[in-house]
């Protein structure tokens, strides 16, 4: 059984910074395609970044350059390393293996002054 518990949300002013961590079990992350959504307050959930299985990172083209993708194999976890952050990332992040279907509960972060 796939589980995912993410960490590391909370409030901070715009240009902050952030590092969301998403612990995995059942899978390796090293050997899935894993992926970050977020959601904002009445908007539909959306693909923020995502690697592949090779390690190749995709980002949305709203956080490009600010947003770093990556994982940690001997400690299974993924990470969203977030930079030069704009009230506009506010929303819950979510970590995902879609192939799985298997998603976290998500955390919230908050961008305001």
């Known amino acids: 059984q796939v589980q995912l518990v993410e960490s590391g949300g909370g409030l901070v002013q715009p240009g902050g910074s952030l590092r969301l961590s998403c612990a995995a079990s059942?899978?390796?992350?090293?050997?899935?395609?894993m992926a970050w959504y977020r959601q904002a307050p009445g908007k539909q959930r959306e693909l923020v970044a995502d690697i592949t299985s090779g390690g190749r990172p995709n980002y949305v083209d709203s956080v490009k350059g600010r947003f770093t993708i990556s994982r940690d194999p001997p400690k299974n976890t993924l990470y969203l390393q977030m930079n030069s952050l704009k009230p506009d990332d506010t929303a819950v992040y979510y970590c995902t293996v879609l192939i799985y279907n298997a998603w976290g509960q998500g955390t919230q972060v908050t961008v305001s002054a």
């Open positions: 059942g899978i390796t992350v090293r050997s899935v395609a």
